[in-house]
T-cell receptor
Framework: KQEVTQIPAALSVPEGENLVLNCSFT??????LQWFRQDPGKGLTSLLL???SQREQTSGRLNASLDKSSGRSTLYIAASQPGDSATYLC??????????WGAGTKLIIKP | DAMVIQNPRYQVTQFGKPVTLSCSQT?????MYWYQQKSSQAPKLLFH???????NEADTPDNFQSRRPNTSFCFLDIRSPGLGDAAMYLC?????????????FGPGTRLTVT
């Protein structure tokens, strides 16, 4: 059974720092991996999707990597800003075409 | 812009009073999903439609029903809401013929049960 873990559960860093969020999964048989952002009380915003055949995707200050063989993905945020404060969720699309979710990392960027 | 729309954004209902949440999409995706998300938890899949085929998750309570009258619309009916059903309800869509099953989410409906 696929399980997705995100570490740390919470992270607080000063503005301007680069940071890395981690996501691990137990079964490498995935179709893709998505990173989402969720602001308090709001819905989900898709940030990046990495297909199983890809190694990384970039969008602005965000870079997501995927290492299927080791069951790991990272979300790198460069030059963090207070507006980046949110919960970040990763999810893998498993062999049944279902999204399996991590519990999220709550990120706080201190001005 | 193509999108997933959920109405209403906020819904208050009384304990035991049936409520319907709606989702529409302009993406022409053939798969539609309903998720329940409680505070500080990951979304939990309730059910999904693959075209007209309904797929219920094994642990989704019978209190939750869904209808998909056409490609664009999908409804979530909660027959007798309990206090434990207060949550954010998220609708998502995907396509098996493009976008490689990437799921697109609506803004959610926050349900309060009084």
């Amino acid at each position: 059974k696929q399980e997705v873990t995100q570490i740390p559960a919470a992270l607080s860093v000063p503005e301007g720092e680069n940071l890395v969020l981690n996501c691990s999964f137990t079964d490498s048989a995935i179709y893709n991996l998505q990173w989402f952002r969720q602001d308090p009380g709001k819905g989900l915003t898709s940030l990046l999707l990495i297909q199983s055949s890809q190694r990384e995707q970039t969008s602005g200050r965000l870079n997501a990597s995927l290492d299927k063989s080791s069951g790991r993905s990272t979300l790198y945020i460069a030059a963090s800003q207070p507006g980046d404060s949110a919960t970040y969720l990763c999810a893998v699309l498993d062999s049944n075409y279902q999204l399996i979710w991590g519990a999220g990392t709550k990120l706080i960027i201190k001005p | 812009d193509a999108m997933v729309i959920q109405n209403p954004r906020y819904q208050v209902t009384q304990f035991g009073k049936p409520v319907t949440l709606s989702c529409s999409q302009t993406l022409n995706h053939n798969v539609m999903y309903w998720y329940q998300q409680k505070s500080s938890q990951a979304p939990k899949l309730l059910f999904h439609y693959y075209d007209k085929d309904f797929n219920n998750e094994a642990d989704t309570p019978d209190n939750f029903q869904s209808r998909r009258p056409n490609t664009s619309f999908c409804f979530l009916d909660i027959r007798s809401p309990g206090l434990g059903d207060a949550a954010m309800y998220l609708c998502a869509t995907s396509s098996d013929s493009r976008s490689n099953y990437e799921q697109y989410f609506g803004p959610g409906t926050r349900l309060t049960v009084t």
